[in-house]
């Protein structure tokens, strides 16, 4: 069958926890706490996010429904398994910022020399440093902190969504959303202070923009941001052939959230010979779109240097072991009758999605698991419903099959294991469909 849009509502997977700060997500990449604004960054070997924070707001706090009091940063070797470190930054340690604010809004990191320089926007005590938001730097010896707040914020700087930059012969750039648009200045040797007044970055689509973030490949500087040419974000990248610019439009990134998330926030990363668009949407908070969850998807070069538009997915990045709970529904693609996904509980959403099968033939395909060198004798599924024989196969929908599995009928959550004829081996794409089965459940299955 065709498979449909990746945007047809949810259901959810279990939150599988590996101890107190490790999580395993497909997309959206963090599951205990809503997360935005991610900022990502290979240090030493892996990935690191800064993104912002965001929490349900009291009444009188934050600023249009925005609440942000710190940030954390989390940090993966293979995009699947995500330790969070911790707060690094809040509103209550660092001199200068408002602390009843909740402003805490886009972050960015980057090392130079070996210090690694966190900047971070938020509203200040002191008005003397601009109308809005002022911008700061924190600074620590290692990714993950601690990080020391400086003790005033960047002079000269009024706005939101910091970008550092550094060229590769070493001079370093700010950019930034400010009152004129999207800014930029040169930054001074110790990276907390401009160099030059601020100027606006040129030759930019009209209309609004924000979260500034630029990257070079191959002597190509693209300047990225999330633009509003019809009704919410969508991002867009433009071309120059330095970091000041002037740049020449590119065309779109990723089109406008289908869920009607009003904002997106992004950064693009190359590790491991692979690059990453990380952004956001509102996985987690269907119905109030500022409490937003960080997602990642791989993105493609043109020959000439152009990008190719990233379909968000929720199947994300990175290959998932088959001996863990492997969450098929945040899946690569599904049948275009009787799949779908659902919320566990409404109630908890962090708890994740179910998959439901309730159409003859109905399948879900979830790619990239990773079986080794073949020592898999099991498969288990944790299934409920009316029961019958749910198959499982391997690469595609006519692909070899892998099992089929008995589901006892069941409105309990009931866990049912199966011998494997083959052992698979390799990264290989799983299907799942009903046969003549259901309507069925799945929270997840898992390889012994
Ligand atoms: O997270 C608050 C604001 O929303 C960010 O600073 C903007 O880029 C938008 O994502």
């Not at 991610?38 to 429904?65: L, T, W």
């Not at 867009?236 to 970091?243: A, E, I, L, Q, S």
């Amino acid at each position: 069958m065709k498979s449909k849009s990746l945007w047809r509502p949810l259901g959810l997977c279990g939150l599988l926890l590996f101890g107190f700060n490790s999580t395993i997500a497909q997309n959206p990449l963090i599951m205990d706490q809503f997360t935005a604004d991610p900022s990502a960054r290979v240090f030493e070997g892996r990935v690191y996010v800064y993104p912002s924070h965001d929490i349900p707001c009291g009444k009188g706090q934050g600023m249009i429904g925005f609440c942000m009091a710190d940030y954390h940063v989390f940090s993966s070797e293979n995009l699947t398994d995500w330790t969070d470190h911790g707060v690094i930054v809040s509103q209550n340690k660092v001199d200068w910022v408002d602390s009843t604010s909740y402003s805490m809004w886009a972050p960015d990191c980057i090392e130079k020399n070996g210090t690694y320089y966190f900047y971070f926007p938020a509203r200040s005590r002191d008005k003397a440093f601009g109308r809005g938001s002022a911008i700061g730097v924190a600074t620590a010896d290692k990714p993950f902190g601690p990080f020391t707040p400086e003790p005033k914020p960047i002079e000269g700087v009024s706005g939101i969504d910091p970008n550092p930059f550094i060229d590769r012969d070493g001079q370093a750039y700010l950019y930034w959303a400010g009152f004129g648009g999207l800014l930029m200045a040169r930054l001074k040797d110790n990276m907390k202070e401009l160099d030059e007044k601020p100027q606006k970055v040129g030759e930019l689509p009209p209309k609004f923009k924000e979260g500034p973030y630029l990257f070079e490949r191959k002597g190509i500087y693209y300047f990225t941001f999330p633009h509003v040419e019809n009704k919410t974000e969508r991002l867009v990248y433009c071309t120059g052939d330095n970091p000041r610019g002037p740049f020449k439009y590119g065309g779109v990134i990723m089109d406008e959230s289908p869920t009607g998330c009003w904002t997106n926030h992004h950064s693009i990363i190359a590790y491991k010979g692979q690059w990453y668009l990380f952004y956001h949407h509102n996985d987690l908070s269907p119905h109030f779109d500022k409490n937003r969850s960080i997602r990642a998807d791989s993105l493609f070069f043109n020959e000439d240097g152009t990008i190719q538009k990233v379909i968000p997915t929720w199947r994300g990045a990175g290959a998932t072991p088959a001996d863990r709970r492997i969450q098929i529904d945040r899946y690569s693609a599904l049948s275009e009758i009787g799949a779908s996904v659902a919320f566990l509980d409404t109630l908890h959403r962090q708890e994740g999605w179910k998959t439901v099968l309730d159409a003859k033939d109905a399948w879900i395909r979830y790619n990239s698991v990773d079986f080794g060198h073949g020592k898999w004798k099991s498969v288990r599924v944790n299934a409920s419903g009316a029961g019958g024989i749910v198959e499982i196969r391997l690469d595609q929908t006519d692909g070899p099959v892998l099992a089929r599995v008995q589901i006892p009928e069941s409105p309990d959550w009931t866990v049912v294991e199966s011998k494997l004829p083959e052992r698979p081996s390799g990264i290989r794409n799983l299907i799942v469909s009903a046969g003549d089965a259901g309507p069925v459940e799945m929270d997840w299955i898992s390889f012994e």
